[in-house]
């Protein structure tokens, strides 16, 4: 009968090189043993599959259609196990050397360059380099190692972590809506002053639901039109209107009470698919032990919820 526990790895290898060189001489010699160990070996893995792999004679040692059959298991076999065998030998290792990180501008200016210190005092044989562009990066081409991106993941020629889902609110500050109300309704932002973020492709689209509902477009007239979203956050924290923002940009203001969240019985949103917060990497069948490392590290300080989200 079939027992696995008698299959060790030595044994797959001793059988995947008699199939290949098809010859234990050969094997044997390579592996600085007998022939006749190498044959007992075989000879026990028959026994235990309960199958003949090879024919035998003088001139060689032919694969049978079992032997043809049980290959392709045990080159698989043997490559997990190099894979296992490799992420536990990683794990007795230092993370050390360059580790080249991408991130979008103002969420890398939030939650990424403030955790590098203790990241370094972690690790601290890891070179850091962080660059920080909200342009399209292509983790194939261009020199970074673990991308930091917002947005909706579709393509599957890269490795992805999503530390989870980004959300809009629509805010304002305690002075705007003391002085000019809170909006019940989409359609009375016409009556608001709106502060509109306007990025390579134009102005964002202000985009609400009731739950389970489906996006609307409400077209709002921007007081104040900026490409930089610290600028527009500054503005809403001083009263001049109100912004439709992701959570990580307005966590902390909602937390320490300079903005409100107003119109609480619609979603917002500037598109209609989910956008997510993600760590992206070439595709790799083993990826680094540095990528792992400081994937796994944001994974810890993100947290479940991510630290910036409320309810």
């Known amino acids: 009968m079939y027992d696995p526990s008698a299959i060790n790895f030595r044994t797959l290898l001793f059988f995947i090189g008699v199939y290949d060189a098809q010859s234990f001489s050969a094997v044997a010699r390579r592996e600085g043993v007998s022939a006749s160990m190498i044959s007992r070996v ?29 290959i392709d298991y045990a080159r698989t076999m043997t490559e997990q196990l190099s894979e296992a065998r490799k992420e536990m030998l990683d794990r007795s290792l230092e993370p050390a050397g360059l580790i080249r990180i991408n991130a979008p501008v103002f969420f890398g200016q939030r939650h990424i360059a403030p955790w590098l210190t203790e ?3 972690r690790y601290p044989r ?12 292509d983790p194939h ?6 991308i930091f991106r917002i947005g909706t993941l579709t393509d599957s020629s890269f490795h992805a972590r999503v530390f989870g889902t980004q959300y809009y609110h629509l805010v304002a500050s305690p002075a705007y809506i003391e002085k000019y109300g809170k909006p019940a309704f989409p359609a009375e932002l016409n009556n608001h002053r709106c502060l509109v973020y306007r990025g390579s492709s134009g102005p964002n689209r202000w985009l609400f639901r009731e739950p389970g509902g489906n996006w609307i477009h409400q077209p709002v007239n921007g007081l104040l039109t900026s490409n930089n979203a610290e600028s527009l956050l500054t503005s ?7 912004v439709l923002f992701p959570d990580w940009l307005i966590g902390d203001s909602l937390k320490k009470g300079g903005l409100e969240r107003v119109m609480l019985d619609y979603e917002g949103a500037i598109k209609t698919e989910p956008q997510h917060i993600a760590a992206i990497y070439p595709n790799a069948r083993h990826p680094p032990l540095n990528v792992r490392t400081v994937i796994d590290y944001f994974v810890d300080v993100f947290g479940t919820p991510l630290y910036w989200q409320f309810e």
């Not at 893995?45 to 059959?69: C, K, M, S």
């Not at 380099?129 to 909200?134: P, W």
């Not at 081409?141 to 673990?146: K, L, N, W």
């Not at 809403?236 to 109100?242: D, I, R, V």
């Open 42 to 70: 075989i000879l026990q893995l028959e026994d235990t599959l309960g199958q003949q792999l090879f024919y035998r004679n003088t001139r060689a040692v032919i694969p049978t259609e079992a032997g043809r059959l049980f």
């Open 119 to 121: 990241l370094s005092e």
């Open 126 to 137: 890891l070179q850091i380099e962080l660059t920080q562009t909200d342009d399209y990066i």
């Open 141 to 146: 081409r261009d020199a970074s190692d673990v």
């Open 236 to 242: 809403a924290l001083g009263g001049m209107g109100m």
